[in-house]
């Protein structure tokens, strides 16, 4: 990530800088840095001492301890529910110290810090959510214990086996998700941190070991890093049964170039989102929405908006706009960004500002109205583009592939919208003010992930078995002898 800088350790005669010690999660096992560790430096100065990959510890890495194949699944859901409590204690002792860590790390306010934590707890206590999401997403919530007779089959999942988690560094409860997911599925897992945030994988995986040092899941989660151009990564990601890899194109091209043939390749991003606002909609709401939904993650997310479409007045509508991303900034401060970051939106503004667009801008975020056309960058840092346009209809034209979520206000757009623009990429479309929150039964970047991270393994019923629309046992000789194969469905 930008500004996150892996770096080696001093060299001998070299002052050591001061750096706070950060362990990998190894099967449930603690690996503390040795004398010459990795140091991970942060844009606000902060620093974390991490150990190095080595091949004894990929070998153990390739070698889990145990599988979770024969671990019922509610009793994976009630372990993680009795996880999500601790997390729901605010004087828990690692839920303290991973908020103090985001605020050292990522320089987050003590509003955000607390809302990361919050959503590890709701995530991990919602144990009926837990199981709809495998009932939704697989056909039944019990498939991954039991064969589920469907039609003339019997069918039950298996986890694909060994799963790899190249995780983001711009949203930290992206690691939260992607591990319940593996757990869900019965997949053991490795989690490789970026740089830039490393807080979560570690904190959680040590989590575990807090109720049961010995249980199935805190036994089969590890959380480790290593540098992208790893030959000891690329190891790890070659014996992947499945990855899941977050991130920017780089991370999700690396992925399908390392892994083995037979593995699958779960990609979450690169996406951009934007909103459509109508000129009928309860602008109070909507630029409130369009604010919320920006000022999580400082639009590093996915599915954070950069854009505004509307035919409302523009000018009207930015300043209302303003209202609340001022508003915002005392509700959830902003959160430290790059250089890098800061530059990106620096320049953007100044660009548009020499194209003659409408600039207002201050320590809330910006907000700038222009054609669409002139948009070349869509930084962070609480930066939004109001694009006027004459027909709602229009937006279509800005939609590809790369589009995630749009929102809506009013929310009955969608019913004129949908059809054209998800036939043109769109994955997602929420009400404005909601683009954070995934709803059970919703699709990630246009996939249902539980199903690409188990294997369906059917029974299906026997010769003298009719099958449905049958009259007769299936003889396959016979039909194929007396020419009766067009007799197969009566």
Request: charged share 25%; net charge negative; with cysteine.
């Amino acid at each position: 990530m930008t500004g996150h800088v892996a770096q080696p350790a001093p060299t001998q005669g070299q002052p050591r800088t001061k750096v706070k010690p950060h362990p990998f999660m190894v099967w449930g096992e603690r690996v503390e840095p040795d004398a010459e560790p990795r140091v991970l430096e942060f844009p606000n100065g902060a620093k974390a001492a991490v150990p190095r990959l080595t091949p004894a510890l990929v070998d153990r890495l390739l070698d889990p301890p145990t599988d979770l194949a024969d671990t019922p699944l509610q009793e994976i859901i009630a372990y993680l529910n009795r996880i999500g409590h601790l997390w729901n204690n605010e004087e828990y002792a690692r839920r303290r110290l991973y908020v103090r860590e985001l605020k050292r790390m990522h320089g987050y306010s003590q509003q955000m810090a607390d809302a990361e934590a919050d959503l590890i707890s709701a995530t991990l206590r919602a144990h009926g959510h837990l199981h709809d999401m495998v009932a939704v997403e697989l056909g039944h919530r019990q498939i991954m214990d039991r064969w589920i007779p469907r039609e003339d089959a019997e069918v039950r999942a298996y986890p694909r086996g060994r799963s790899v988690h190249i995780l983001p560094g711009n949203v930290p409860y992206s690691t939260t998700v992607s591990l319940v997911r593996a757990l869900l599925t019965k997949n053991t897992s490795v989690l490789k941190y970026a740089a830039g945030e490393p807080a979560t994988a570690v904190v959680l995986a040590q989590s575990f070991t807090d109720i049961d040092p010995g249980h199935p899941v805190t036994r089969s989660v590890s959380a480790v890093f290593w540098e992208r151009d790893s030959d000891l990564g690329r190891r790890i990601l070659g014996d992947a049964d499945v990855i899941c890899a977050w991130g920017g194109a780089e991370a999700v091209e690396a992925a399908y170039r390392t892994c083995s043939p037979e593995a699958v390749v779960v990609p979450y991003g690169p996406r951009r989102s934007f909103t459509v606002v109508g000129k009928d909609a309860d602008m109070a709401r909507a630029t409130r929405g369009v604010a919320h939904d920006a000022s999580m993650y400082e639009q590093r997310a996915c599915f954070s908006t950069h854009q505004v479409f509307t035919d409302a007045d523009p000018e009207e509508f930015a300043a209302r706009l303003q209202e609340e991303l001022v508003r915002y900034e005392g509700m959830l401060p902003r959160t430290s960004v790059t250089a890098d970051e800061a530059a990106q939106a620096s320049m953007e503004a100044a660009a548009q500002q020499f194209l003659g667009s409408r600039v207002r801008s201050g320590s809330w975020g910006s907000v700038i109205v222009t054609d669409p056309s002139n948009v070349t960058e869509l930084p962070p840092a609480r930066t939004l583009f109001v694009h006027p346009v004459e027909d709602l209809s229009e937006v279509a034209r800005w939609v590809d592939p790369t589009v995630q979520t749009i929102g809506l206000a009013p929310w009955s757009l969608h019913e004129e919208l949908r059809h054209e623009l998800a036939r043109r990429g769109a994955c997602r479309f929420v009400e404005a003010g909601l683009s954070p929150l995934f709803r059970l039964g919703g699709s990630h970047d246009g996939l249902q992930p539980l199903q690409l991270m188990t294997r369906m393994v059917s029974v299906e019923a026997p010769r003298l078995d009719h099958g449905k629309g049958m009259v007769v046992p299936i003889d396959q000789s016979e039909f194929l002898e007396h020419r009766r194969l067009r007799d197969l469905l009566m």
